[in-house]
């Protein structure tokens, strides 16, 4: 997948079209980027992990396959750092990934009979605003599900399990949850990697920064916001300095 790099402008773009925007859309609007000769329209009903895996790779164009995060221990709150590579962490998702064959057509498998396809951005869209973690895993296995047995008896809370580990199986890359251990008090847990917020995260802080070296640059030398983008990094950097001094 040929990702094209985007531009401090691009980034302006991306980020004021993105602000007012639901995560879930934000990530959509990330992931249009990554795809700009396909139809957008068709976007809401991909698996989630093409969404989440070309979200990766857009951040390692972007700002590189490093990444540094910072999380507060679950059990003592301790403030934890912790390092990510995307590269490893897209080898681990495509070690055994099965989906791959299903990029553009979700992905269905069968438990007791039930038939269901792997979620999509408009099933998060529909369990968003349930609270209750359990609650929100019932609605989504319900919205996912295409082929049911009338009046079999068995409710979606009892195939729960199941049907994760199937929808894990066929789709790795939809929810990425990391292993952590807190050095000071020894809690180890799971916690959920969310690549369209991080990645948002930092495309609005580079936006701000952006913002902020034109206003100070229009402010200084009178010049328009295109004329300032259009300086190199290095020019820029160095008019700043002087209008630091």
Known sequence: MHIPVPGEAEILSLWERGLARHPIDRALLLY?????????????????????????????????????????????DTRMEIALDTGQLLAGINEDDTSSKFDNTPAEFEVSNFRFRVPCSRD??????????KAAAVKLLEQCCVEHPENSGTTFANLLVEAEAAMEKLDPAADINLSLSCEECGHSWLVDFNIGTLLWDEIDARARAVLAEVHS????????????????????????DMVDV
Do not use: M
């Open 217 to 240: 640059l229009a402010q200084a030398y009178g010049w328009t916001e295109p004329e300032i983008l259009a300086l190199s990094s290095q020019r820029r950097a160095a008019y700043l």
């Open 32 to 76: 249009a980027w990554t795809q700009p000769d396909l139809p957008s329209s068709n976007f809401p009903d991909l698996p989630l992990g093409t969404i989440n895996k070309a979200l990766l790779r857009l951040r390692e164009i972007c700002f590189g396959p490093r990444i540094i995060a910072g999380i507060d221990c679950e059990h003592c």
């Open 124 to 133: 998060l869209a529909v369990v968003s605003g349930e609270r209750d973690f």
